[in-house]
């Protein structure tokens, strides 16, 4: 268990519609980061925050919006869903203060597997 | 062209066999190094990590970084079926936060 929770596990919804996905990371932790994880791109960096402010920006679409509450735990909301937004979305959390871990490690929850039909 | 490039695989190897998987990168500026091992329908976790060029040896696991021809290695040794996993190749610059992934290789490991 790596001490990151990601709520829902699974989610099932149809085009158009707009979902939030939640994640509460590891005790200490101050950064989060969101990763996207699909068949054919693999695990694509979204957007990163530390202690509530956005630090860092990936290939996040504009339909898809992030923050960082002050109890440190994110939520990541995608609107007006296509098909090929159907993917394993996860949430990491890492140890840094200022920057992450020099060691690169990220804590990983178990993922949200989001289908859109 | 990807920034990381893994080949997906899949690899299928017999238990005891050494599992061979590499990763070759564009970006001159990575300087860390890591693999992470991904478990079906469970989040990637860090197996092993590396800090510029050279060989780090871990049990069965060995890493090899070749900077000059910007290449990475994972060796397993004498593979176990609890290998059967998809393993991730990541990397980074110093002082940044975003690691790049590569898109993973899944293996697999017959008893």
């Known amino acids: 268990d790596s001490g990151v929770t990601q709520t829902p596990k699974h989610l099932i919804t149809a085009t158009g519609q707009r979902v939030t996905l939640r994640c509460s990371p590891r005790?200490?932790?101050?950064?989060v980061y969101w990763y996207q994880q699909s068949l054919d791109q693999g695990l694509q960096f979204l957007i990163q925050?530390?202690?509530?402010?956005?630090?860092a920006k990936g290939n996040i679409l504009e339909r898809f919006s992030a923050q960082q509450f002050p109890d440190l735990h994110s939520e990541l909301n995608l609107s007006s869903l296509e098909l090929g937004d159907s993917a394993l979305y996860f949430c990491?959390?890492?140890?840094?203060?200022?920057?992450?871990?020099?060691?690169?490690?990220?804590?990983f929850g178990e993922g949200s597997r989001l289908t859109v039909l | 062209q990807k920034e990381v490039e893994q080949d997906p695989g899949p690899l299928s190897v017999p238990e005891g066999a050494i599992v061979s998987l590499n990763c070759t990168y564009s970006?001159?500026?990575?300087?860390?190094f890591m693999w992470y091992r991904q478990y079906s329908r469970k989040g990637p976790e860090l197996l092993m990590y590396?800090?510029?060029?050279g060989n780090k040896e871990d049990g069965r696991f060995t890493a090899q970084v070749d900077k000059s021809s910007k290449y990475i290695s994972l060796f397993i040794r004498d593979s176990q079926p609890s290998d059967s996993a998809t393993y991730l190749c990541?990397?980074?610059?110093?002082?940044?936060?975003?690691?790049?992934f590569g898109a993973g290789t899944t293996v697999t490991v017959r008893a």
């Open positions: 590396t800090y510029s060029s």
């Open positions: 970006n001159s500026a990575f300087q860390y």
């Open positions: 990541a990397m980074k610059p110093v002082d940044d936060y975003k690691l790049s």
């Open positions: 925050y530390y202690n509530g402010e956005e630090r």
């Open positions: 005790s200490g932790d101050l950064s």
């Open positions: 990491a959390s890492s140890e840094g203060k200022y920057r992450a871990s020099q060691t690169g490690e990220l804590f």
